[in-house]
């Protein structure tokens, strides 16, 4: 999900819109057919990205745009995911959009709104990405999307500091790590964790990607692929167990939530007011992605403040036993609405390595592309992201959510682990995510 830290779902409205959204489409566009669009020197494109995000992002593309004579209008929106598919059924979608879910994608494509990638840009993302990330926007045989940015998820933030004064190494597996929780508790009587699902489009996002690196880190790739199809269901055991085992830190009432409250106050917590607990001491650890370091200082008088030498550095979650941890990716994807020349050269150009390296250099992201360089971002923590990635130790895979359709993954999934964390039964909150699944 994230880049996956930016989704909201209000349960009721959220299934609404979507229902509203995805509903009949018999006037709906075909997707394959011949040029939609006007090249008129100017494509828009809307997505989820705000502040920081869609200023880097504007700034990326300022010289293409430039030296090629297009102007690119940007909008981004916290609601985005939620106004999409209304606006592509009211015939009013933008030329481009910037989806941070892949499920969201191919429900839009298979009733015919998004037009497949352009020959010209499929073979930019055919050589740029590997199959893996092409196949997630791929619906029955044909891709709708380029891959545009990612996220590495389940990064441990933690203080250095913390650990040398305990004497303790950075945990190896989840075990040691529920210990060094109860260590950090024991000996400080402060609370160890600080967690902040509330965002103004994510509320729970981060939860769901807490428990789904814990199914992928128990069961493997087997059971998470079946479980993101439905082929398993919430409420079989496996996935429960996922969600207790997430709970040993989310649940744990001594464990979090740092200065904030019990752990009820992690819905109503922000990313920002974490970072600034992690910073100030409050906290020593919390489960984030690569993407959370745009919410901490990116230099203390000229000393980068998230590296190995500074007061903040982070490790993968690790898995259940001692070895190569597998790890869940979040990803951002730009599919057309329509495929005019202009909109084309802006398409190609977003899924090129020349882009990618130009949005690394700026700092605060990562691309998936097969020939980015570790060193082509300024912060540490992206470098180590993609010398993870491009190691290949493991194969990764992409947050559950994201791969599951949208009313499950940017609905009801959601909101179940704001009410799990409110403190709903699992068993109720898995099967009330069971019966939204859409029957095919």
């Known amino acids: ?57 504007e700034q990326s593309w300022a010289g293409w745009e430039k030296a090629n004579k297009i102007t690119i209008k940007y909008t981004g929106s916290a ?8 606006e ?22 298979s009733r015919g709104y998004i037009r497949t990638l352009p020959s010209t840009v499929q073979s930019t993302v055919d050589k740029t990405f ?43 597996n989840w075990s040691q790590l529920l210990t060094l929780s109860g260590q950090l508790f024991g000996v400080s009587h402060q609370v160890p964790w600080c967690e902040g699902f509330d965002s103004d489009s994510s509320t729970g996002s981060l939860g769901a990607s807490f ?3 814990m199914v992928l880190r128990e069961y493997g790739t087997s059971v998470y692929d079946k479980w993101v199809t439905h082929q398993i269901k919430f409420n079989s055991p496996d996935i429960l167990n996922g969600f207790a085992d997430a709970g040993e830190v989310l649940q744990n009432e001594d464990w979090v939530n740092a200065g904030f409250g019990g752990a009820s106050s992690i819905n109503t917590t922000t990313a920002a007011q974490v970072a600034q607990a992690l910073e100030s001491g409050k906290c020593q650890l919390s489960y984030e992605p690569s993407s959370f370091l745009d919410d901490l200082p990116t230099t203390t008088n000229g000393v980068e403040t998230v ?24 990803g951002d994807f730009i599919a057309g609405f329509s495929n005019d020349a202009d909109t084309v050269k802006v398409q190609n150009y977003l899924a090129s390595l020349s882009w990618a390296n130009t949005r690394m250099k700026l700092g605060g992201a990562m691309s998936p592309a097969l020939d980015i360089s570790p060193a082509a971002s300024p912060n540490s923590l992206i470098n180590a992201s993609v010398v993870l990635v491009q190691a290949a130790v493991t194969t990764p895979r992409l947050s559950a959510g994201d791969l599951m359709p949208a009313v499950v ?16 039964p699992v068993q109720k909150v898995a099967t009330t995510i069971d019966s939204s699944w859409p029957s095919k």
Do not use: H
């Open 409 to 424: 993954g940017e609905g009801t999934y959601l909101s179940g682990i704001v009410d799990w964390i409110n403190g709903t």
């Open 130 to 172: 590997t199959s893996q990330w092409v196949g997630y926007t791929t619906v029955d045989g044909k891709d709708y999307a380029a891959p545009l940015l990612s996220t590495v998820n389940g990064w441990i933030f933690y203080s250095p500091s913390a650990l040398a004064k305990l004497g303790r190494k950075v945990p190896t």
């Open 88 to 109: 592509a059924q009211q015939g009013n979608a933008p030329d481009l959009a910037i989806f941070e879910q892949p499920g969201l994608i191919n429900d839009l494509a």
């Open 79 to 86: 609601n985005f995911n939620e106004n999409i598919g209304g």
């Open 211 to 213: 428990v789904s690196d």
């Open 307 to 330: 590296s190995p030498g500074g007061p903040i550095w982070a490790f993968l979650l690790p898995p259940i036993k001692a070895g190569s941890a597998p790890y869940t990716e979040s």
């Open 1 to 57: 999900m994230m880049p996956f830290s930016r989704r909201l779902v209000t349960p009721i409205v959220a299934l609404a819109i979507v229902g509203l959204a995805l509903g009949g489409c018999s006037s709906a566009p075909g997707s394959t057919g011949g040029t939609t669009g006007t090249a008129d020197g100017t494509v828009t494109i809307e997505g989820p990205l705000i502040g920081q995000d869609a200023k880097r992002l």
